[in-house]
């Protein structure tokens, strides 16, 4: 399996490669030059077998000759070995045909650990046996610098750096990116919003002479392994509930698009995804772009939801690089024309777009009210993201067809939101218990390209 960038101008790379490089050298992102499709019989062998042997079926044509099949069911098994619930992506009914999938027993009590866990395996495997040593750079709302940093912190051939937007993201999250104290972890908060953090991750990425100089790699979305690692679930959830010999629908709580985007890499797979629902909060640039407004950046509004706070939505690229049929040409012309602001989705792309996903928007009063009424009609206690999504499917969902709502996070991550909704403060695990007794070491850096590269340098002692 080849990969090739969105942007169409960058060397086409092995699985490995692609991981441990992160953005394409054009600016792009990798996507699978092709995607390879599963059989109604393999998809329905998949019922009642663990998570890690799906995963394992779900992820193997994609991974080449990187790992060995032993090696990588072993990496696959390791990963999902620390997560609290025997069936990693456990389903919960709320109403008829409508169920919630729970991504948060993972160690970082949010999705993202899915993918982390997993890349952190795969990232030990390749580099060791490479004898090579990398600096990973992360943007973050909250969740995925936490995750990141679970899954690297202590290694010896990783330095970790986070930058997420100081005030921005929960208390739960900030400590979580602050108080570890290996020595490879370092948490710097930005004087600016989530787009600011990615956008000087990409900076660093797009200045070749700083990526080359501290063998800068990825563990955003912008990986391809992570979109990857995040397909797995879709597969799961849906064989439990009769696919493939039905249709089952998904709503997403979507900022950066990821982990939508994977649902839309099941469905080509092969599994019967009758509609993706894109799910966001008060920053509902995809929202109004799906209902034909264009993609015009607007200005990030703090919100309950924090780690949804993104208006420039990374892995929009890869959907829009399908809808455009794969024209890198066309996809370069759009990101430079968002450069500049936004841009028009053309007829023929918006109904590409619209065969696969719709969507929906939550305000801040109703990601509140759904939080209050789960808890009351369900007796589940939802994550402000989370309850973005539940209110969204809530809207979209038809009889005949089950609705699998994502529940992204871990009500403890945001017990402010939670509390204020139902009067309950949900506790963290007995693991964490310490965490807001722990002592918190970070940086403060402007949202500055260069102030940012110095630093990173200063502290690798480049
Ligand atoms: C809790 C939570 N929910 C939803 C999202 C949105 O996911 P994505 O960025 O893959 O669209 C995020 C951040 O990515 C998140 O941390
Ligand atoms: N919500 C995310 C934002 C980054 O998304 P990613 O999937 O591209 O890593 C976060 O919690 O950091």
Redesign the pocket.
């Known amino acids: 399996m080849q990969y090739v960038s969105t942007r169409g101008q960058a060397p086409v790379l092995t699985f490995e490669d692609t991981m441990l490089t992160g953005l394409a050298r054009d600016g792009g992102l990798y996507v699978p030059e092709h995607i390879p499709t599963l059989s109604t019989d393999e998809i329905a062998a998949m019922a009642g077998q663990s998570y890690e042997d799906v995963a394992y079926t779900v992820m193997r044509p994609f991974i080449g000759a990187t790992f060995t099949d032993t090696e990588f069911r072993e990496l696959i098994a390791a990963a999902y070995a620390p997560f609290g619930h025997a069936a990693r992506a456990p389903l919960v009914q709320l109403a008829p045909n409508h169920f919630l999938l729970e991504l948060f027993h993972g160690p970082t009590l ?3 650990d899915f993918a982390m866990q997993l890349i952190g395996q795969m990232f030990q495997k390749a580099l060791g046996r490479k004898g090579e040593r990398v600096t990973i750079v992360g943007a973050t ?4 610098g936490s995750a990141a940093i679970e899954a690297f912190r202590g290694l010896d051939n990783v330095d970790v750096f986070i930058l997420y937007p100081h005030g921005r993201v929960s208390e739960v999250q900030r400590r979580q990116m602050t108080t570890p104290t290996e020595s490879n972890v370092h948490a710097l908060a930005i004087d600016g919003d989530f787009d600011d953090c990615q956008a000087r991750l990409k900076d660093m990425f797009n200045d070749f002479e700083f990526r080359d100089g501290v063998k800068l790699a990825g563990v955003n ?1 912008i990986n391809w392994g992570r979109v990857l690692a995040q397909v797995v679930y879709y597969f799961s959830s849906a064989v439990s509930l009769g696919a493939p010999h039905r249709e089952i629908s998904f709503t ?9 985007f994977a649902g839309y890499i099941a469905k080509r797979m092969g599994l019967p995804v009758r509609d993706l629902v894109i799910a966001t909060n008060q920053n509902d640039i995809l929202d109004r772009c799906m209902k034909g407004q264009g993609y015009r950046k607007g200005t990030v509004h703090a919100s309950i939801s924090p ?2 706070d ?1 208006q420039v ?1 990374s ?1 929009f690229e890869r959907a829009l690089f399908e809808a455009y049929g794969r024209d890198g040409g066309a996809v370069a012309q759009l990101m430079a024309e968002l450069a500049e602001g936004g841009f028009d989705v053309s007829q023929g792309a918006m109904e590409a777009l619209r065969e696969n996903y719709s969507s929906g928007r939550a305000s801040e009063a109703e990601t509140s009210a759904t939080i209050t009424k789960a808890l009351a009609e369900t007796g589940e206690l939802l ?1 402000p ?1 989370s309850a973005v999504g539940v209110k969204v499917a809530d809207e979209r969902r038809e009889e005949a067809v089950p609705m699998i709502t994502l529940a ?2 871990h009500p403890a991550k945001f017990p402010d939101a939670v509390e204020a909704a139902t009067g309950i403060r949900p506790p963290l695990p007995a693991r964490m218990a310490d965490l807001f007794d722990r002592e918190e070491r970070l940086t403060r850096l402007p949202n500055d390209l260069a102030a940012l590269k110095t630093h990173i340098k200063e502290t690798l002692a480049l």
């Open positions: 949010a999705f993202k709302s909250g969740d995925t979305s997403v709580p979507t900022g950066n698009f990821g982990d939508i780690s949804m993104i939505s892995n994550c993201h992204t996070a």
